[in-house]
């Protein structure tokens, strides 16, 4: 039988909808929080293949999640191109792209060798699967190139949005070099048994139409055309984080088996304007996991009611946070596989 998640993202209107949660793996659970005390830093933990396979396959063992995502970082494409990184307590710390000296230096011959270990932990999880499904991701273009001209996390990504109206070029050369390193990455995925890809586009919203068409909704369409016609039996989902009302659009011109809603999404509203072709993946509240009780259910009930019988995964409109209790998330995965029963 086919597994439920890709026959959502087949086009079939699955009932209970499938269910997996983003950052499902984890600083909210003790048993990621007492591996994090043995282990190096992030980066070690992303590279090596059995601490990231062992991250990743926790949630499983508590919860009969629908799917498993790779333990990585949408950060770790730059990495591999030779692009400084560190994990501070305040975030990720990058040298900052500020001319085409920059972009010319995002060295495209270490990446296979680098990449290697979390194509390795693709592999091993994979292979420790039975009937859910396993996402590879990367960070769409956008998303990161703004890690990589702010230097690090920003509010409003004010250095980006001038870069890109100011030197346009540049912005668009740093742009279409993400894009080449992106397809190489995916491929990668897919080859060790990634059954799906996923992209976040967790900035893209800050952007106007203008420059959201231009810097997010054209990589996202090369890059699902790219998996399409390389890999047609591979879905992508598309997630682009605070969209608003260009969701619809990016929707329907990227190609995206399904799109992804944030939490301020009206699924109501984004299921009357999606074509029922494509599915829709979202879009609880995490807080309201944290909150728990009738607040949760409530939230849950209500993107449920609005999405059913359609094709639909349920999943947050963000990643869970750190102090989500576990059985809060228990509480969730049994109140929608049982149909809100």
């Known amino acids: ?9 087949a086009g079939e209107a699955v009932w209970p909808p499938p269910i997996w949660l983003m950052r499902q793996a984890g600083r909210y659970l003790p048993e990621f929080r007492a591996l994090k005390t043995r282990t190096g830093d992030f980066i070690a933990r992303c590279t090596t293949p059995e601490i990231a396979t062992e991250i990743t396959l926790q949630p499983l063992r508590r919860y009969p999640l629908d799917a498993a995502i790779l333990f ?5 494409l730059p990495w591999a191109l030779g692009h400084g990184l560190e994990f501070a307590a305040e975030g990720p710390v990058m040298p900052r792209i500020v001319d085409q000296a920059g972009v010319d230096a995002l060295d495209f011959g270490r990446v296979e060798g680098a990449i290697a270990p979390i194509i390795e932990t693709v592999r091993r999880v994979r292979a420790a699967l039975d009937q859910q499904t396993l996402i590879g991701f990367a960070g769409s273009p956008f998303t990161v190139a703004c890690y990589m001209v702010e230097g690090g996390g920003s509010r409003d990504h004010a250095l980006t949005r001038q870069m890109a109206y100011s030197q346009p070029a540049l912005f668009d050369s740093l742009i279409e070099r993400l894009t080449e390193a992106t397809e190489l990455y995916l491929a990668a995925q897919i080859e060790a048994g990634a059954e799906v ?11 106007s139409p203008t420059l959201f068409r231009r810097h997010v909704t054209v990589p996202t369409k090369r890059l699902a055309a790219y998996i399409n016609r390389r890999y047609p039996y591979i879905p992508v989902i598309g997630f682009p984080r605070l969209a608003g009302n260009m969701l619809a659009s990016y929707a329907i011109e990227t190609g995206v088996a399904c799109v992804g809603m944030d939490t301020a999404t009206d699924p109501a509203v984004a299921a009357a304007a999606i074509p029922p072709t494509i599915a829709v993946q979202g879009n609880l509240d995490p807080l309201s996991v944290v909150a728990g009780g009738a607040a949760m259910r409530g939230e849950a009930e209500a993107i449920l009611s609005a999405l059913r019988g359609r094709p639909h995964i349920f999943n947050l409109g963000h990643g869970l946070v750190p102090q989500t209790p576990p059985e809060h998330v228990g509480a969730l995965v049994d109140f929608v596989q049982a149909g809100m029963a």
Do not use: N, Y
Not at 3 to 8: A, N, P
Not at 198 to 204: R, V
């Open 1 to 9: 039988m086919t597994k439920k998640l890709l026959r959502v993202l």
């Open 72 to 76: 990585s970082d949408i950060l770790m």
């Open 197 to 207: 890809v996923m992209l976040f586009d967790s900035w893209g919203g800050v952007l």
